[in-house]
Each structure stands twice: as C-alpha cells, then as structure tokens.
C-alpha cells in the first residue's frame, strides 16, 4: 500500500516538467507558492479521456497549454483513426514535443523523432518529410493492449501487443513493446528496458489516469531494437 500511496505524487510533480514550470495551476490544482509544505497525495485520474487530453495539452494558446503539439500534427498528418485514442483498456504514450524535434546547440538531437529517423543524411524537420504510413505506424506502436501503469508494473518488464500491426519491422514482428519500474526509491517508468535492449526510453511523466486508460509521457524517441 505504501508505493501506491507515493505513485500519485511522484507523477504529478513529473507533470510539473511536462506542462511548464511557469504554470499556475497544474490540471486544475493550485502550484505550490514557497517550500514550507507538508507532503499531500494527488489523485493521478484526469477526469478526460485520453483524446481530450492530447487535444486540451495540443491546441493550447501558450507554450505551456501546447506540450502534446507535435504529436497531434503527426495524428493529422498520418491519418490515423483518432478514436483509437478513446478506446479502453489501452495504454496510451503520448510525445510532448521534444520527443519530435529537440535541439541542442542549434542541431537537431539524435534522440528525438526527425534526428533519429534521418532521410538520407539529413534530419527531418517536419513531418511531411516521411511517408505517412511510417508516421501512422509509429503512433500506432505508442498505444499498447492493457493498463500498463504503477501498481500493474514492477521492475520486470512486462511485455504487451501494440496496436502497430505485426511484421510492420523486421525487428519486432510481434510488435511488442515493454514497460518497467526503475527498482529504487525514485520508481521511473521505463519503456522497452528489456534484457539486450539497444534503446531504452524513461518517460518524462507516467501514470495520468485517463477515464479510457493511463497515459505516459516521453521527450524522447521511442524504439524497439533488440
């Protein structure tokens, strides 16, 4: 019951990286205005679906309320069918922009989306840059099949079927992705940190409780690579 107890809080405050510093509220919740605080526990359930929280944290007018803004061009681009993202039982990643294109001085990163995912010997720099069933695989590799969050994972990684099509890549014809806690006190939520792994992701923050599924948020590029 202890961890359980800890999960909520460590996720909000994740949360705090993903939506802005400069936030005054952070999902309806009141920032904490000095350090003399008692720790509180806050509920992780989001009271939305998971489509309504990419689209709320997507479309926003500020930097702050527009995190999710990437990742919802890719879902226009692709085509994908965009109620995939209120069905149940899913497990949903969700990319807060720097996952897609992240800078460090003045270049692209070799661990964002359009840095990895290189067209030739140049990066991308928009997602017209691929073809759009390579963007709707790859968004459809982030919704996994069952709840996969704190209290249903531990530090073994627990394997499960994504909605990516099998045989779409020759690495993973399973299409199959992995999904673990870090076994100390800080209980990171990784992905694809399996034995032989070449690329482990740990989210930015984990364990949003949408009302159609939890919801993981990564600033880095997601792969599988045995």
Request: hydrophobic share 40%.
């Amino acid at each position: 019951m202890k961890r359980m107890i800890l999960i909520p809080l460590s996720s909000a405050l994740l949360a705090l990286l993903v939506l802005g510093s400069g936030c005054k509220k952070l999902l309806g919740l009141e920032r904490q205005k000095n350090w003399n605080f008692e720790p509180v526990v806050l509920d992780p359930h989001i009271n939305r679906t998971a489509w309504q929280f990419l689209k709320e944290y997507a479309t926003g007018p500020t930097r702050q309320d527009s995190v999710f803004y990437r990742m919802y061009q890719a879902i226009v681009y692709s085509g994908i069918d965009s109620t995939l993202y209120l069905q149940n039982n899913k497990t949903f990643i969700f990319l807060h922009n720097d996952a897609v294109y992240r800078l460090a001085s003045n270049r692209i990163t070799a661990d964002c989306y359009f840095g990895y995912h290189k067209i030739g010997a140049a990066t991308g720099t928009k997602w017209e840059d691929y073809p759009k069933d390579s963007v709707k695989n790859w968004l459809l590799y982030l919704i996994a099949e069952g709840e996969h969050t704190f209290g249903s994972v531990g530090p073994t990684p627990v394997k499960a079927k994504t909605l990516q099509p099998p045989n779409t890549y020759v690495q993973n014809p399973e299409s199959v992705i992995y999904f673990n806690l870090v076994n100390n006190e800080n209980m990171k939520f990784r992905i694809n940190d399996f034995i032989g792994s070449k690329m482990m992701t740990q989210t930015r923050a984990a364990g949003f409780i949408s009302t159609n599924g939890p919801v993981h948020i990564v600033d880095r590029v997601v792969d599988y690579i045995p």
